[in-house]
């Protein structure tokens, strides 16, 4: 309510050293079943599960809830700039109508957005800052304007450092699996600082799932702000 935007989870499934997926992209399975349906579990807590456009193209979604009940299936959000999001997608063709497309604001004018619109989904123009969308906005827009309180984003590796370096992360889900990927492989987050300049983290519970280790953390804004009432 503070932010003005919804509570942000980010959830990856990665290697012991940090890989969602090997060099080929493919990433199924690295976790566990047991890890895979904590997570539908973790998606139906949400208002909203969101991706990049890579995402997308890559893996080819539906961003529901399948392996626990729910009563309420959460939106499905993708956020892409130009509208790359094909029309014979599981999403689009399954989910329209619960799909939230964050994008330009000249997409809009677009051939293929009239015909997004007319499968049903909901396209939101967020401006363009320095060639890439304003997530901030469309996070608020989100909230704002589709009653969506909490997200839960699911990739890929450029939608989460986006995320992570604009501070837009309350909450992080890594579910580390005991294999090694090598350096070849598709990391968490694509890009880098210093280790000055590091993000860093808290830490507040581990959990096994199977033969993996889930890692829950909050960011240390969160911790601040909320340590004379959690300890």
């Keep these: 309510m ?7 989870s980010l959830k990856f499934g990665a290697t012991l050293d940090g890989m969602i997926a090997d060099k080929n992209g493919n990433s199924k399975w690295i976790t566990s079943p047991e890890s895979r349906k904590f997570v539908h579990l973790l998606r139906s807590y949400h208002n909203a599960v969101m991706v ?17 009940e729910t009563e309420i299936q959460p939106k499905a959000v993708v956020v892409v700039k130009s509208l790359k999001i094909p029309v014979h997608s599981r999403i ?7 799909l939230i497309v964050l994008t330009a604001q000249e997409s809009l004018f677009s051939y293929k957005a009239g015909i997004l619109k007319d499968f049903g989904v909901t396209l939101v123009p967020v401006y363009d800052l320095g060639g890439k969308l304003d997530l ?3 996070l608020e ?16 590796s ?10 837009l992360i309350d909450k992080f889900y890594f579910f580390y699996a005991p294999k090694v990927l090598g350096s070849e492989g598709v990391p968490m987050f694509e890009g880098g600082v210093e280790i000055e300049n590091a993000f860093n983290l808290e ?19 969160l ?9």
């Design 158 to 167: 450029k939608l989460a450092w986006e995320l992570l370096t604009k501070d």
């Design 92 to 98: 689009v063709k399954e989910r329209a109508r619960d």
């Design 223 to 231: 911790i601040e702000e909320f340590k004379d009432c959690c300890h």
């Design 2 to 8: 503070r932010e003005k935007r919804p509570f942000v």
């Design 52 to 68: 990049g456009i890579g995402t997308v193209l890559k893996d080819d979604p539906l961003l529901n809830v399948r392996e626990v």
């Design 141 to 156: 827009l989100l909230r704002k304007e589709y009653g969506i309180y909490s997200v839960m984003s699911e990739g890929g």
């Design 136 to 138: 901030r906005e469309g």
């Design 203 to 221: 830490i507040f519970h581990l959990q096994k799932f199977g033969k993996d280790l889930l890692v829950k953390s909050y960011s240390l804004r």
